[in-house]
């Protein structure tokens, strides 16, 4: 299967007191999740996604802990995936990897910029979340040098994952009214560690 983690995490063997901290911690409403022929197709591709990329990183971290979840991630995994393919949903686990190369900084059709993450819903911020990987490997255009003078030169911020950040703490912020959203919001959560978002507090100041 398609690996969406960093080259560093992926090989490391001998996992730091950070990254076995960073063991996320998936709710009871995800690991316990019933599926079955009525289970609405939108929660169980979800569902997949946490299973897929949870059970990924644990697995390649060879401590017991890490192992563990790999395993039982990889058991409700392949429920969940057995049931799109039945339904024609997906033809195979690889299809959970994949990520839509929407306009990134904002959603096309919606017309919010990413500066109004307020405005979005959970589907938005989901979408937004998950293409961290599209935005991180494709570099932005330059602008013409005659457009910027010094005055006018955008401020630069330290942090990379300045944008996710401010996803997970808008997603923090909301009460989802559906379980569909709810496991929307679980996915950024639980991901949050596997984009290697610093362990910053996620409650805005």
Request: charged share 20%.
């Amino acid at each position: 299967m398609p690996s969406i983690f960093p080259t560093h995490e992926m090989q490391s063997t001998h996992p730091s007191h950070e990254m076995q901290s960073a063991l996320p911690e998936l709710p009871s409403r995800v690991m316990n999740y019933r599926v079955t022929s009525a289970s609405p197709t939108e929660e169980l591709l979800t569902l997949g996604r946490i299973f897929a990329e949870v059970g990924d990183y644990a697995g390649s971290i060879l401590d017991p802990r890490h192992l563990s979840l790999a395993r039982r991630c990889a058991t409700r995994l392949k429920k969940v995936v057995a049931e799109l393919v039945a339904r024609g949903s997906i033809r195979s686990a690889d299809a959970l990897y994949e990520i839509s190369a929407d306009t990134l900084y904002e959603i096309p059709g919606d017309k919010i910029p990413v500066t109004d993450l307020s405005e979005m819903t959970v589907e938005q911020l989901y979408r937004l979340y998950r293409q961290w990987p599209l935005r991180h490997t494709t570099p932005p255009a330059p602008a013409p040098s005659s457009a910027l003078s010094p005055s006018s030169a955008p401020s630069v911020s330290l942090d990379p994952f300045c944008l996710e950040r401010h996803i997970l703490r808008e997603l923090l912020r909301r009460h989802p009214p559906t379980k569909a959203d709810q496991l929307k919001i679980d996915y950024c959560l639980a991901t949050r560690h596997l984009v290697a978002i610093p362990p910053l507090p996620l409650v805005a100041p």
